[in-house]
């Protein structure tokens, strides 16, 4: 069984990611009445390079609020990143995250073509999931779920997953519940994922977890895999990888 992650692994959606996370705090439907191309072009440069570095730390949709923070600029560690993150009131924060969750929708559902461009997919992925096409692929994300199944849709590759299983904040639960259900041992299941803990997380359920390496991550990332051996996964690769 293959369960792949999606943004950072499937596509690539940095300026998506970037957009509804600048424009949280707006009412969703006046952000979704300018061309999607507008507000990515109106987002201050500092802030971009704030998420950029914010990206690499990032696992949910919550853990982006943290770009709209100046000081997240300097971030050169996990700690550094986790201190701003629990210096977001948790009322603030959730109000944030349903904000994104809204533009997201917005612009999916008016400016449908102009949003499912932003998101490119990675080389080899397509010919990966059609080659796993009838044996059981799911997609386990931080993403929610009609996102995935439309860009997977615009990419003609709807009939290649079986289950998306979206806004996902425990992964290492969900693998396993997918093996589960279908009577495989957690041995059996191949998962990938670009950020390393949560490679690591599905890692000690006993399946063979492959850490993405197109995907975000920092050095320490890389620093924590070499330590705990964590194997890696290169886009060259995907043309052999079976599950």
């Known amino acids: 069984m293959l369960i792949l992650d999606f943004d950072g692994v499937i596509a690539d ?24 191309t507008e507000l990515a072009a109106a987002m201050p440069a500092g802030f971009v390079r704030r998420f950029r570095t914010v990206r690499g730390y990032a696992r949910l949709l919550d853990d982006f609020m943290v770009a709209r923070d100046p000081s997240a600029e300097s971030i050169r560690s996990v700690r550094e990143y986790e201190d701003l993150h629990a210096r977001i009131p948790p009322v603030k924060l959730a109000g944030l995250t349903k904000g994104a969750t809204a533009v997201r929708a917005a612009l999916r559902a008016r400016q449908r073509d102009a949003w499912l461009d932003m998101h490119t ?97 920092t050095a320490e990332h890389i620093e924590r895999a070499v330590t705990r051996k964590q194997r890696r996964v290169y886009l060259p690769e995907l043309a052999g990888l079976d599950a």
């Open 13 to 36: 959606a940095f300026t998506e990611c970037a957009v509804v996370t600048y424009y949280a705090d707006h009412t969703a439907d006046a952000v979704a009445e300018k061309p999607l």
């Open 121 to 217: 997919l990675y080389p080899g992925i397509s010919d990966l999931l059609r080659r796993h096409q009838g044996r059981g692929t799911s997609i386990v994300t931080a993403k929610d779920e009609q996102s995935v199944w439309d860009i997977l849709g615009h990419h003609q590759l709807e009939t290649t997953v079986t289950q998306v299983i979206g806004e996902c904040s425990d992964k290492r639960t969900a693998v396993a519940q997918l093996a589960l259900d279908d009577g495989l041992p957690a041995s059996a299941v191949t998962f990938v994922d670009d950020h390393i803990t949560n490679a690591l997380a599905v890692r000690d359920t006993g399946a063979n977890s492959l850490w993405a390496w197109w995907g975000y991550h």
